[in-house]
C-alpha cells in the first residue's frame, strides 16, 4: 500500500468536487464559450465553487482543438490539446442504450462525479456511444455526447441530462420539444444524432439494448447541411 501523495489529498480529486467544460477550439479560437462560460458558471454556483475565470490565456493554433476549463476551490484551470478523432464516420454510428443512471442531483452539471458515464461508455463499449437512463427508465443523457431524437417527426430533446452547448446551437431557431422520453419510446425513434463538442452533431444509424420486440433499431442517417465549425466533425 502507497501513501497518499499531498497533491491528491483534496476534495477535487477524493470526491470529484470540480466543474467543468470543454470547448472545442478552431486555430486557437475558442467556439461557443460565451455558451460553455454560463453553464459552468451556474454548475459552480450548485457546487459552491468559486466563479470560474472568464479570461483564457492566447490558445495554440490547433487547426482543431480541445479546451477544458476545470474549477475546482483552488481556481480555474485549463489545458488544450488537439481534437483528432479520425476520419468521419458514414452510416456506421452506433449507440446502446445501457442499464447504468445517472445522479438525480448532479445529472444537470458537468462535474468531476464522473463514475456513471465511465461505466455507461464501458458497458456500451464497441458501440460509439452509451445512453444512461434515470430512476424512472427515462432516457436521459450519454456517456460523452448528448442525445437529440426524431419521434414521431418531431425533434426532441430527453429531459433530465446536461445542457448541452452543442445541441442547443445546432437547435438555434429550429422548431423542437423538451420532454421525458422512457426508454420504450426508442422503439419509435426514426432518426437520432448526439452532440457534443468533441464530435459535433453525428448521426446514429443503429441503436441497440432495447428491450422487448425491438433488440436493435437501423435509423436513417442525415448529417447536418452546415458549415458551422462547432457543429461539423472536426477535420471535415
Given amino acids: 500500500m502507497k501513501a497518499l501523495p499531498d497533491a491528491v489529498n483534496d476534495p477535487a480529486w477524493l470526491h470529484g468536487a470540480t466543474a467543468f467544460t470543454t470547448v472545442r477550439t478552431r486555430r ?4 461557443l464559450w460565451p455558451e460553455h462560460l454560463a453553464r459552468l458558471q451556474d ?39 488537439p481534437l483528432t ?4 464516420p458514414e452510416g456506421d454510428v452506433t449507440v446502446r442504450l445501457t442499464g447504468v443512471q445517472i445522479h438525480p442531483q448532479l445529472g444537470a452539471h458537468k462535474t468531476g462525479n464522473y463514475l456513471p458515464y465511465r461505466l455507461a461508455a464501458r458497458e456500451a463499449a464497441p458501440a460509439f456511444e452509451g445512453w444512461l437512463l434515470d430512476a424512472h427508465g427515462q432516457v ?9 431524437l426524431e419521434l414521431d417527426g418531431q425533434l426532441i430533446v430527453p429531459v433530465g441530462g446536461l445542457p448541452s452547448v452543442t445541441r442547443a446551437a445546432f437547435l438555434h431557431s ?7 422520453v422512457h426508454a420504450a419510446e426508442l422503439a419509435r425513434v426514426t432518426r437520432a ?5 468533441g464530435v459535433g452533431v453525428v448521426p446514429v444509424a443503429r441503436l441497440e439494448g432495447l428491450s422487448g420486440a425491438y433488440p436493435a433499431r437501423d435509423l436513417g442517417v442525415q448529417w447536418p447541411d452546415t458549415t458551422d465549425p462547432a457543429l461539423v466533425w472536426p477535420g471535415g
Fill in 28 to 31: 486557437g479560437a475558442p467556439l
Fill in 43 to 81: 454548475t459552480c454556483a450548485f457546487l459552491g465553487l468559486p466563479a470560474p475565470d472568464p479570461d483564457l490565456h492566447p490558445l495554440d493554433p490547433h487547426p482543431w482543438g480541445l479546451l477544458r476549463v476545470t474549477v475546482t476551490e483552488g481556481g480555474t484551470f485549463a489545458s488544450h490539446r
Fill in 85 to 88: 478523432p479520425g476520419p468521419r
Fill in 140 to 148: 436521459v443523457d450519454g456517456s460523452r455526447t448528448s442525445p437529440l
Fill in 174 to 180: 429550429t422548431p423542437h420539444a423538451t420532454r421525458p
Fill in 193 to 197: 444524432w448526439v452532440c457534443s463538442s
